[in-house]
Nanobody
């Protein structure tokens, strides 16, 4: 069984920062990629940031330059540093880990940015 657990969401004002954390544990081998996605009710889920085992990253255009994804020495742990937050960043943020058997996702953590 695989568990993916996110933490660090909350309510902040525009311009402030938040740091999300995610840890994947259990029967998951060779995690090659870890992603942060987000979803607003009524809208399609979208990729926010992705990081590979060798540290290569990609970002959505909307967050480039403001968000940073990083991977801890414990390779199944990732962070999302979110700076200069905007009201349009409000969403449920999901962490995913891709192992040999496919993707595993957490339950999500709410991020709310007030104007």
């Amino acid at each position: 069984q695989v568990q993916v657990v996110e933490s660090g969401g909350g309510l902040v004002q525009a311009g402030e920062s938040l740091r999300l954390s995610c840890a994947a544990s259990g029967s998951i081998d060779s995690v090659s990629v870890m992603n942060w996605d987000r979803q607003v009710p009524g809208k399609q889920r979208e990729l926010v940031a992705s990081i590979t085992l060798d540290g290569s990253t990609i970002y959505a255009h909307a967050v480039k330059g403001r968000f940073t994804i990083s991977r801890a020495n414990a390779k199944n742990t990732v962070f999302l540093q979110m700076n200069s937050l905007k009201p349009e960043d409000t969403a449920v943020y999901y962490c995913g880990a891709r192992g040999i058997g496919g993707w595993h996702w957490g339950q999500g953590t709410q991020v709310t940015v007030s104007s």
